[in-house]
């Protein structure tokens, strides 16, 4: 049965709220089982009112006290031993029709539906106007998925009981759970026109109609639910959704700030307003909600969500302090100490970045070996070769077989100033483990030192040994690519989709390779969408097919993606270069401007990031141009 309309969603068991609660209160105002019990008789009418009509209910104290004993079974969830003693009390008051259809309730518990129908069965023979045994049995054969009599029962439940919500609400489930949405509706319109102002009915299934994916008429039912009811958090909350999800963005705000009104400390909703006020620019805003978040809950979980939000909107600066802030509250959470290093090193603060990484600690696992790495990194760009190398060095002892460190090692060489030995180094690996990695970190360094034929010939000979090998095959095509030779480049990455049909970056290669060519667009968008298939949030594939819609002229589209590249990897120098060229083209001259420095401030930062030797001089005579375009300057 659909947890939406669980009887206990209503607080209440299969039979009665009033007869459980009631009756538990009776049992332990009796005291230990094992004694009789003094049965107050006016208070035992009281408890049965809601359920039963007068002279159902247990007709002796002995039938009535093990009726309790059967309640306090069921609130522990024994519901054998709940059947016993509901047995014990029919063998005092055979026929009774309340403690049958408390006793076919229970066998419904244990999931024995058979024989719950047979008991139900015997009370609406003698009493077919008894409401609970109508009630009950269609919710049973609703869960034996006999649908057709389940109707009946429940349509004879309403008739008997109009202004009880329960029949209604299984009857709209059933109605629902056969793709008939239309039906639901009408009978949750007649629980409407029986309880004026009744919104639970609305509520419930413009709820399930939002998870089923069914927006329109889930809208419309919540909107008169909140209609009834103004301060349910949760229809604002699932109103908010339905809203940011069709860019009603004012409307999602506004629903965001009704549900908060009512639970002001609701985390998810608190992440959720601060993420759509980032969307829409809003910054101040955005903080105040985070701000509120982090101090509802220290949770280094949240942290990181509030971080990547800032992340997604390009706030760097903002998301590196929200981690640094949560980091001075909970030191111990190594996670927290290892995003803040990569946020540091995506700002070009290395010096930071190394500083937050050291913080990670060794008993952090495969995190710890991570971050020694990313720190010795970063050491090595900051100007510090002797700590980095030191790094790298006891990482090469601790973990030999943890291929980047050779390469990250070899590179800490040469920006030490000393090429040959990361060059020795590189080769001496490569006679130990001829990895197809250790040969692309050779080759790299060649390239660095101009040495490009070396390169090509290095995974060449390579490739001899080891012909379908698709990271040899990957690097020597971008090898030949950076040589000018696109014929052979374009080869080698059609040779790697023939070992692997599924590599998402040869058909990026290839793609962006044609489009900056001008050879090919068609299969160059082809290419792309198929790589974007595969791994759909990847920026560097947005960009190449953002890059696509550009040289054909398809600006608006252009714009569109290239945006999503960058907000999936901010700072990336290309990405960033390239929408700046898309601003440009649409005289969007400032922001063109802006993007510009900042593509040009990452390289300048991070000079390994170059797409291509000439990608920094062509970017200031970008920005010398357009600055005097701009009036003022």
Same mark, same amino acid.
């Given at each position: 049965m659909g947890a939406w309309l669980s009887p206990s969603d209503r607080g209440q068991p299969w039979c009665s709220l009033a007869i459980g609660l009631l009756a538990l209160a009776l049992a332990c105002a009796a005291g230990p089982a094992s004694r009789r019990p003094t049965v107050d008789r006016q208070a035992m009418r009281e408890a049965m009112s809601s359920g039963a009509a007068e002279g159902e209910e247990p007709s002796s104290s002995a039938a009535f006290a093990h009726f309790l004993r059967s309640r306090l079974a069921h609130h522990e969830g024994d519901h054998r031993r709940a059947l016993d003693e509901l047995r014990l009390a029919l063998a005092s008051d055979d026929g009774n029709p309340f403690l049958l259809t408390a006793l076919a309730e229970e066998h419904a518990r244990l999931s024995d539906l058979d024989r719950a129908e047979r008991e139900l069965r015997r009370v609406i023979e003698r009493h077919p106007d008894y409401h609970p045994?109508?009630?009950?049995? !269609?919710?049973? @054969?609703?869960?034996?998925?006999?649908?057709?009599?389940?109707?009946?029962?429940?349509? /004879?439940?309403?008739?008997?009981?109009?202004?009880?919500?329960?029949?209604?609400?299984?009857?709209?489930? #059933?109605?629902? $759970?056969?793709?008939?949405?239309?039906?639901?509706?009408?009978?949750?319109? $007649?629980?409407?026109?029986?309880?004026?102002g009744e919104p639970i009915g609305y509520k419930r299934l413009g709820l399930a109609l939002a998870e089923r994916g069914d927006p329109l008429r889930a809208e419309k039912l919540l909107r008169r639910a909140v209609a009834r009811d103004p301060g349910d958090f949760e229809v604002w909350h699932s109103l908010a959704q339905l809203y940011e999800a069709s860019d009603r963005l004012t409307e999602a705000a506004e629903a965001y700030d009704k549900a908060l009104e009512r639970d002001p400390e609701h985390r998810e909703v608190l992440l959720a307003a601060g993420r759509l006020a980032l969307r829409t620019g809003q910054l101040p805003k955005a903080k105040a909600y985070f701000d509120q978040l982090m101090g509802v809950s220290e949770d280094p979980e949240l942290a990181v969500k509030v971080a990547f939000s800032y992340l997604a909107t390009r706030q760097l600066g903002e998301a590196a302090e929200v981690l640094d802030r949560a980091r001075s509250r909970?030191?111990?959470?190594?996670?927290?100490?290892?995003?803040?290093?990569?946020?540091?090193?995506?700002?070009?603060?290395?010096?930071?970045?190394?500083?937050?990484?050291?913080?990670?600690?060794? !008993?952090?696992?495969?995190?710890?070996?991570?971050?020694?790495?990313?720190?010795?990194?970063?050491?090595?760009?900051?100007?510090?070769?002797?700590?980095?190398?030191?790094?790298?060095?006891?990482?090469?002892?601790?973990?030999?077989?943890?291929?980047?460190?050779? *390469?990250?090692?070899? /590179?800490?060489?040469? /920006?030490?100033?000393?090429?040959? $030995?990361? $060059?020795?180094?590189? /080769?001496?690996?490569?006679?130990?483990?001829?990895?197809?990695? #250790?040969?692309?970190?050779?080759? *790299? @360094?060649?390239?660095?030192?101009?040495?490009?034929?070396?390169?090509?010939?290095?995974?060449?000979?390579? @490739?001899?040994?080891?012909?379908?090998?698709?990271?040899?095959?990957?690097?020597? !095509?971008?090898?030949?690519?950076?040589?000018?030779?696109?014929?052979?480049?374009?080869?080698?990455?059609?040779?790697?989709?023939?070992?692997?049909?599924?590599?998402?970056?040869?058909?990026?290669?290839?793609?962006?390779?044609?489009?900056?060519?001008? @050879?090919?667009?068609?299969?160059?968008?082809?290419?792309?969408?198929?790589?974007?298939?595969?791994?759909?949030?990847?920026?560097?594939?947005?960009? *190449?097919?953002?890059?696509?819609?550009?040289?054909?002229?398809?600006?608006q589209r252009a714009m569109e993606t290239l945006e999503r590249a960058l907000s999936l990897t901010p700072g990336e120098p290309t990405i960033l270069e390239h929408l700046g060229d898309v601003y440009s083209r649409l005289s969007r001259k400032a922001q063109a401007l802006e993007l510009y420095r900042q593509a040009l401030d990452a390289l300048i930062a991070s000079p390994e990031l170059a797409e291509h030797k000439g990608q920094r001089s062509a970017l200031e005579r970008k920005l010398k141009a357009l600055s005097t375009e701009l009036p003022g300057r």
């Open positions: 045994a109508q009630l009950l049995m !269609g919710r049973v @054969l609703y869960e034996a998925q006999k649908v057709t009599r389940a109707k009946v029962h429940l349509a /004879r439940a309403i008739k008997l009981k109009p202004k009880d919500p329960d029949a209604y609400l299984v009857l709209t489930q #059933l109605w629902l $759970e056969q793709a008939k949405p239309d039906q639901a509706i009408r009978v949750v319109e $007649e629980l409407s026109a029986a309880v004026p909970a030191s111990g959470e190594p996670r927290l100490h290892f995003y803040a290093g990569l946020m540091r090193e995506k700002l070009g603060e290395h010096s930071k970045a190394a500083e937050a990484y050291a913080a990670v600690p060794p !008993g952090a696992g495969e995190l710890f070996h991570e971050a020694r790495l990313h720190r010795a990194q970063s050491l090595s760009t900051a100007g510090q070769p002797k700590v980095a190398l030191d790094l790298l060095r006891a990482g090469l002892a601790d973990r030999p077989d943890y291929l980047p460190l050779y *390469s990250a090692y070899a /590179r800490a060489l040469e /920006r030490a100033g000393q090429p040959k $030995e990361g $060059e020795a180094f590189l /080769r001496r690996s490569l006679e130990k483990r001829p990895a197809p990695e #250790l040969f692309e970190a050779l080759s *790299s @360094l060649y390239e660095r030192q101009g040495r490009l034929a070396e390169a090509i010939d290095l995974l060449t000979d390579a @490739l001899r040994r080891q012909p379908k090998d698709e990271v040899l095959l990957y690097t020597l !095509g971008a090898a030949y690519e950076r040589k000018g030779d696109i014929a052979r480049s374009l080869e080698k990455m059609r040779a790697v989709l023939d070992v692997n049909p599924k590599n998402a970056n040869a058909m990026n290669f290839i793609g962006y390779t044609l489009a900056q060519r001008g @050879l090919d667009f068609d299969e160059a968008e082809r290419m792309l969408v198929r790589a974007l298939e595969l791994n759909p949030d990847n920026g560097a594939y947005l960009d *190449s097919l953002g890059w696509v819609y550009f040289r054909k002229g398809e600006i």
